[in-house]
């Protein structure tokens, strides 16, 4: 087991491709292992209070509760996966793309503002599908701009505000697993280059 995974590790290239972590959504995980608290508490004096006095809470579930307070917790320290490059293909948050409906992989970056120097805007990874590949699994329709071909749908993209991408780790990812096919550009506004594999 990978502890520093687990924990949440930020931006760690594991040996089989590319990862980036999200924050943890310490509202819902709390809210998971108070609800577990709160359903042994109401089974111990439960079974305490109601009926005879001298019943003690039954084995299973004792064990129950305490593996899924320990699930609770476990899901509460771990940290979701935003990006992932491998052999699968491309995951941007929940959407996985398999590599044979890859036409591009874009790092998207936000024109920078004259006068303004903001390091908040949040960069992103993109990616265009081949014609008449099928959508992704998860994903029912992707809605287009047809005045910019080349813009990539929300669906498709990656919105990664909280960490930094690492393009190089990122690329050589990209290199190692994707077809020759499959470009690798960099998006900032308007302009887009390729970038080397």
């Known amino acids: 087991m990978d502890l520093g995974r687990l924990l949440g590790g930020s931006t760690t290239p594991p040996v089989d491709g590319y990862v980036l972590y999200g924050r943890r959504s310490l509202g819902g995980s709390m809210a998971t292992l108070v609800g577990l608290m709160a359903f042994g508490a109401v089974t111990y004096f439960g079974s305490r209070f109601v009926g005879d006095g001298d019943s003690n809470v039954p084995v299973f579930l004792l064990v129950f509760w305490g593996i899924a307070f320990v699930?609770?917790?476990?899901?509460?320290?771990?940290?979701?996966?935003?990006?992932?490059?491998?052999?699968?293909?491309?995951?941007?948050?929940?959407?996985?793309?398999?590599?044979?409906?890859?036409?591009?992989?874009?790092?998207?970056?936000?024109?920078?503002?004259?006068?303004?120097?903001?390091?908040?805007?949040?960069?992103?990874?993109?990616?265009?599908?081949?014609?008449?590949?099928?959508?992704?699994?998860?994903?029912?329709?992707?809605?287009?701009?047809?005045?910019?071909?080349?813009?990539?749908?929300?669906?498709?993209?990656?919105?990664?505000?909280?960490?930094?991408i690492d393009v190089e780790a990122f690329r050589a990812a990209v290199a190692r697993y994707a077809p020759p096919s499959v470009t690798l550009a960099e998006r900032v506004g308007d302009q887009e280059h390729v970038l080397p594999r």
């Open 71 to 164: 699930l609770g917790l476990v899901r509460s320290m771990r940290r979701p996966q935003r990006l992932r490059v491998d052999r699968a293909g491309v995951l941007l948050g929940a959407v996985t793309v398999p590599w044979p409906s890859v036409w591009h992989v874009v790092v998207l970056r936000p024109e920078p503002v004259v006068g303004a120097f903001r390091t908040d805007l949040p960069a992103q990874v993109g990616v265009r599908l081949n014609r008449g590949a099928p959508l992704p699994s998860g994903v029912d329709a992707l809605i287009t701009d047809p005045d910019d071909p080349l813009a990539i749908p929300e669906r498709l993209r990656s919105h990664v505000s909280d960490a930094v």
